[in-house]
């Protein structure tokens, strides 16, 4: 019995061999591979640049920081080709310098445009927050374009200029769309089925497919979900200003080669999210 033993062994060796590569090609066809993520650019022949304010928060909640909201718009803004954004801390340093709380008109956004080099200044407002699962978050992005005839009276000190660029008591800002002012606002409820599409669609190639969470990530992070509201809010307001990202329809018919398809070349770059082979599916909300 001895002597047949190590022929025994010698002979289990190709068996588990067969089967360690068998584990290790299941594996490996199991493994999913990354999405590709959706990519935006400017329509502008001018390299833009765009300064974040901090944050309005009017959701009445205090663990909103207004701070990490600007940055998490910061990073959204990077991600978009022809555009260069400049980090809120930045623009709270001109804002303590000259003595402004927040932007309340198009004339102190100017000042704090020129100080700054930036050809606008986006505000963020947060204005509903439940970062419970489903979250909830409503929030609005305003955009202030520096005139292009805006000259700031070197003799004069920043501080006055800011003063009297002030608006009259009961003002308003004028209409999305009028005197350089552009706004996108909406409320984004995870629990509605819209959302829930458009949530999926972003989630494919930003999360890991093989990680504990996968898109189901963007439901339990708080700043995901975030990110996710700011990149919709950031196209709505492209949108508005060129008029030239296609809209669902023709990104659906881009994405099948049906007629009607984006095919004007001047139009901005952006590709579905999901890739060519569409979104995938969504996790479901239970823990």
Sequence with gaps: MRKDAPLA???ARPIALAVILSLL????????????????????????????????????????????????????????????????????????AVGLERVQSPEQAAIICDLLGADALLVPTVTAWEPYNPPKMGASLSLFTRPGTFVRQSDIDPRELVRR?????????????????????GMFDAADGSVREALQRHAYGRTDPA???????????????????YRQLTKGLLDQLYR?????????????????????????????????????PFPSNRR
């Design 244 to 280: 030239k990202i296609p809209g669902e329809a023709e990104l659906a018919a881009a994405a099948t080669g049906a007629p009607g398809g984006a095919k004007n070349s001047n139009k901005s770059s952006i590709y579905p999210d999901g890739g060519p082979s569409g979104p995938q």
């Design 25 to 96: 090609a299941g594996c490996a066809s199991s493994a999913q591979p990354y999405g590709r993520e959706s990519k935006v650019s400017v329509s502008s022949s001018k390299h833009l640049v765009w300064a974040v304010a901090p944050t309005v928060n009017l959701s009445g909640q205090s663990g909103v920081d207004p701070l990490l909201q600007s940055d998490l718009v910061y990073q959204q803004l990077q991600q978009v080709a022809g555009l260069t954004a400049i980090p809120v801390d930045r623009v709270a340093t001109v804002y303590a």
């Design 211 to 229: 990680g504990p969470w996968g898109a189901k990530e963007f439901l339990v992070s708080s700043d995901r979900y975030a990110s996710f509201v």
């Design 9 to 11: 062994a010698t002979a």
């Design 165 to 185: 660029a002030s608006p009259p008591p009961g003002s308003a800002l004028p209409p999305s769309g009028r005197d350089g002012y552009f706004q996108a606002v």
